[in-house]
């Protein structure tokens, strides 16, 4: 049987970086514009771009298995390349878009495409891993936060010109993104050969492991933090309080920092799937103190409201560093390394669910309820980080003795930081 080489790939890992910095720096050139682009440039009401974003938001849902299948049968580089090119074309697409019905269908596209390079290029990341999986995929992290700072940043520059060439260089640099990581892929990593498939596989095994399918569920529950930061915040801190409105901006910038800054160093600690379930209820403790303090901001003095928003977003940034690093411990850990495109494609849809989600839960609910809303969402992170030692535990009892997974194959030492189970 082919085994994955315990070896660090340092080329190969250093091209993957790239490669995804890259394509990120194009993702925030053009998701920090790209509503301005449809509703001012293209003309279409915002309630139509968000009609259209839900419906393809959800039909992407479905190219998740079946192209991790691809990835685990004929070999995850072929495939994700082969999604770059299919993004970067749909991308393109959006400069000739004219009507509501043209918007639909290629974002739709570019969803399925989408989803479909998260399962290929989740497998292509598992065999790129090396010794040291969970450091290479803090490394990754920290790298891909970077980018979308760097593009971000980048877009600012277009909205302020806000004209329509502007709209169009940022759309067609982020399809040219697609088509940079591509080949710096093609040129720097290895085609990996498809591992051997035991006679149990199935094309839906991964639906049938109940650990893997339960971890899934709570990981996109805890994915609504994310949107926290990015949709809930700055909305509270507009309507509630009295801060200046460049507070939203800092605080977004703050997530990012602190994100970048942490991700390798802590991130690097959690290698195991014990010490994921670990990190996870971290992440939920470090969420129930971030909430309610965001919902102080609307009591304090306005001068005020800056430096407290600050504060929580800082433990809510460790929070979400400490919660991502589970997710790779435990999204990759479990699953069989025959199929970790299958696996990366349910965890991807999941997640991916849950971002549709949360928009509607978080200004819906959460938002509606005021300071109990808050509360109730700190709750509900600890909560769901509580589960996440007995479900980490129960994964590992069904993977005892069976051979495939980063936990059966690999046995670190455990963190200091994580040894002690509260």
């Keep these: 049987m082919q085994r994955v080489s315990s070896e ?29 682009y449809f509703t001012l440039v293209v003309h279409l009401p915002a309630t139509q771009v ?24 004929y070999g ?57 999986p969970a450091a290479f995929r803090a490394r990754l992290r920290t790298f891909v936060n970077l980018g979308v700072v760097v593009g971000t940043l980048g877009a600012a520059f277009a909205i302020q010109i806000n004209t329509r060439p502007a709209y ?45 399918v339960s971890f899934v569920a709570l990981y996109s529950a805890m994915g609504l933090q ?40 802590l991130g690097s600690k959690v290698e195991t799937p014990r010490q994921g379930g670990r990190a996870f209820r971290l992440a939920g403790l470090l969420f129930l103190v971030s909430c309610p303090l ?41 699953a069989p390394e025959h199929a970790q495109g299958q696996y990366q494609g349910l965890f991807g849809i999941g997640f991916d669910a849950g971002q549709a989600l949360a928009p509607v839960i978080l200004t819906g609910a959460a938002l509606a309820l005021g300071h109990v809303g808050w509360l109730l969402l700190g709750a509900l992170f600890a909560g769901l980080g509580a589960a996440g030692p007995p479900v980490a535990a129960w994964a590992e009892r069904t993977r005892r003795g069976k051979p495939g997974t980063e936990a059966a194959q690999r046995r670190q030492g455990e963190s200091p930081l994580l040894e002690a189970d509260c």
């Design 168 to 212: 169009t260089g940022l759309i067609l640099a982020n399809a040219a993104s697609f088509a940079c990581a591509g080949l710096i892929v093609f040129l720097g990593v290895p085609n990996y050969r498809p591992l051997p498939r035991p006679k149990e596989h199935r094309q839906w095994s991964v639906l049938a492991d109940r650990p893997y």
């Design 76 to 132: 995850p580089r072929a495939i994700w390349l082969m999604t770059l090119v299919l993004q970067a074309a749909t991308m393109a697409a959006f400069v000739f878009i004219d009507s509501w019905l043209a918007f639909t269908l290629v974002a739709t596209l570019d969803r399925l495409a989408a989803t479909a390079s998260g399962a290929a290029g989740g497998a292509l990341i598992a065999r790129v891993g090396g010794e040291r």
């Design 8 to 36: 660090p790939a340092s080329g190969p890992q250093r091209a993957l970086i790239t490669a995804s910095f890259v394509s990120r720096v194009g993702n925030g050139l053009f998701n920090a514009a790209s509503i301005l």
């Design 50 to 73: 968000g009609a259209g974003l839900t419906i393809a938001g959800l039909s992407g849902l479905a190219a998740g298995i079946p192209a991790g299948n691809l990835a685990d049968r």
């Design 294 to 334: 965001m919902a102080l901001t609307a009591d304090v003095p306005a001068w005020a409201a800056p430096a407290l928003a600050a504060l929580a977003v800082c433990i809510h940034s460790v929070g979400e560093v400490w919660e991502s690093s589970a997710g790779f411990a435990l999204g990759f850990g479990l």
């Design 226 to 265: 994310y949107q926290i930061v990015s949709l809930l915040l700055p909305i509270w801190l507009t309507a509630h309080t009295g801060a200046p409105r460049w507070a939203v901006a800092a605080v977004y910038a703050i997530n990012s920092g602190v994100c970048v800054l942490l991700q390798s160093r």
